[in-house]
């Protein structure tokens, strides 16, 4: 692809990398890209106390996946409650399929210090939620610490709070990939901050 451009890239300019593995069933197709990408669910009580088994799946059909296996165990309980998740918004996904610029023009009318990028970047990682993350803030400097690309102390906190992150790689690239805009030092940086901190998450920020 470089030579498409006019400065050519090398192996200089590349900040990270990654690699995505998708386990296939075993359907008996001749090769992996003929193999099916659905997921097949099996109980197997051989050893007496049933064990749910699941084969393939992706991302993209998590929630299907999650109500299938629910149907698959539900007879080892008394009860359970019919499907309900087709019909519910994610974590600050309860907003209009087009309602995405309304939701930055609201952000901005009550968070008037943040930056286009700053208020960007919010609304796409938590939509709603981000005037949660952002709560009572009426300046920049009531966000506490900057820890460099917008991301601020009060966001952490509610990562910590409410996304599990426990260390610098769970808030830079598990839960977002702003380690591609944060340096090696700055994020070694926030990693002493969580060690020191995110046991016992400050009470000013807690959510």
Same mark, same amino acid.
């Given at each position: ?61 998590? /929630?299907?996946?999650?109500? %299938?296996?629910? *149907? ?12 309900? #998740? +087709? ?40 939509g709603n939620d981000a005037f949660e993350v952002l709560g009572d803030a009426e300046t920049a400097?009531?966000?506490? /610490?900057?820890?460099?690309? %917008?991301?601020? *102390? ?12 426990? #260390? +610098? ?39």
């Amino acid at each position: 692809a470089s030579k498409y451009l006019k400065t050519p890239i090398t192996t200089d300019d590349i900040v990270w990398t990654y690699s995505g593995v998708r386990p296939l069933y075993n359907d008996g197709a001749s090769s992996a890209t003929a193999a099916t990408r659905d997921y097949i669910l099996k109980v197997d009580q051989s050893a007496g106390a049933p064990v749910l088994n699941v084969f393939g799946g992706k991302i993209t059909t998590y /929630r299907r996946l999650a109500e %299938t296996a629910l *149907e698959k165990i539900e007879p080892f309980f008394a009860k359970r409650n019919k499907p309900w #998740t +087709a019909g519910v918004p994610l974590p600050g996904g309860d907003f209009p399929v087009d309602g995405v610029q309304a939701l930055k023009d609201q952000l901005r009318k009550a968070y008037p210090f943040l930056t286009a990028r700053w208020e960007d970047r919010l609304v796409k990682a938590y939509g709603n939620d981000a005037f949660e993350v952002l709560g009572d803030a009426e300046t920049a400097a009531d966000l506490g /610490r900057d820890f460099g690309a %917008t991301l601020t *102390e009060r966001e952490v906190h509610w990562l910590v709070n409410k996304e599990f992150a426990c #260390t +610098a790689n769970d808030i830079v690239w598990r839960r977002s990939k702003l380690g591609l805009r944060l340096s090696a030092q700055e994020i070694a940086e926030l990693d002493a901050w969580l060690a020191e901190n995110a046991a016992a998450p400050s009470q000013k920020y807690a959510v």
